[in-house]
């Protein structure tokens, strides 16, 4: 059996974990969440709420982590939740080629006026635009959705995005259990609060929020990476 290797790159505060239990509720499908988090913490020591238990839960070794994700599973779908800043210089890029990459993106101003209410004083880095864009351009054939369409029109995108991938649609990716999914990372109970409260993706968001100067000057500098990549999003 070949299994479908899927890389999901996305920033913080993305629709990334929605996405994760969207396809967590398949039923040939595994996930794992942020398997790089760890590693990331320990290769750049960067602060982050939870720090010591998201050390100890994963390895943080980069090497060890990327030839988890190209082994062989039992599972015919593998999708793998990844955030693009993870990626620090020296961490394992070669096992990219081997997997079906995905950039998942939001419109920066909602990213900012989302991670500032959990995490203070973001900067450009944190939020994963410019590192997202060069792993896009590193990608082979790599695929866009939107954020904002997904939640315009859940099974619509959903169905075009399995399409893209080469994998059957499946009708239980519109719904999840509230509460969670087993795999979430340990961190899960500082930042998914939202999501475990859900059963399936929220409806259309409102009009783009005002940022204080400090966050507009860190959107306008991460607009030109989400416009580009959004010229090769998946449109139905």
């Known amino acids: 059996m070949t299994t479908k290797r899927i890389a999901m790159w996305s920033g913080p505060r993305n629709l990334s974990t929605a996405m994760m239990y969207s ?22 020591g960067i602060e982050h709420p939870m720090q010591q238990e998201i050390l100890a839960a994963q ?17 015919p779908v593998f999708y793998q939740k990844h955030m693009a800043h993870h990626m620090v210089d020296g961490m394992p890029r070669d096992w990219i080629s081997q ?25 450009l880095s944190d939020i994963g635009f410019v590192q997202q864009a060069a792993l896009f351009d590193q990608a082979h054939a790599p695929i ?6 997904i939640r315009d029109n859940p099974e619509g995108m959903l169905r075009a995005l399995c399409d893209a991938i080469g994998i059957d649609w499946d009708a239980g990716m519109l719904n999840w259990p509230a509460g969670g999914h087993r795999d979430d990372g340990v961190w ?5 609060n939202a999501v475990h409260r859900s059963t399936g993706f929220a409806g259309p968001e409102g009009l783009l929020p005002k940022l204080p100067p400090e966050y507009q000057d860190i959107a ?11 010229k090769q999003k998946l449109r139905i």
């Open 59 to 75: 390895s943080t070794d980069g090497n060890k982590v990327a030839k988890s994700l190209v082994s062989p599973v039992s599972e």
């Open 23 to 44: 396809f967590g509720a398949r039923s040939d499908c595994r996930v794992v969440d942020e398997p790089f988090y760890a590693a990331y913490l320990h290769a750049t």
């Open 99 to 123: 997997v079906t990459n995905v950039f998942l993106i939001r419109h920066p101003a909602r990213v900012l006026a989302s991670y500032a209410q959990k995490r203070e004083g973001p900067s």
């Open 144 to 149: 866009v959705i939107d954020s904002a369409d």
């Open 220 to 230: 306008d500098a991460a607009m030109p990476c989400y416009t580009r990549m959004a």
């Open 188 to 192: 899960a109970s500082h930042w998914y």
